[in-house]
């Protein structure tokens, strides 16, 4: 059997967030979770375990996983 699926590193999930925030998709105070309806449902396990090691929570905000990101203006 091969796993197909995608592995997520915390980089990755951060940069999908601020693609989605730049987009007007989701906002900074919205919960992390809002991330799923972006991310291949077959694939949310590794997201989740990935933000678990960071020491994020599903229900912290959009904003305190892009805390440490340099926003440009544009």
Known sequence: M???AVKYNIEYIREKAVQ???????QLN????VLCKYLPY????FVELE???NEFLLRDCIIDLL????????
């Open 2 to 4: 091969v796993d197909t």
């Open 20 to 26: 989605l925030v730049n987009q007007g998709l989701i």
């Open 30 to 33: 919205q919960p992390i979770y």
């Open 42 to 45: 077959r694939d949310w396990l």
């Open 51 to 53: 933000l678990e090691r």
């Open 67 to 74: 805390s440490r990101e340099k926003w440009s203006e544009g």
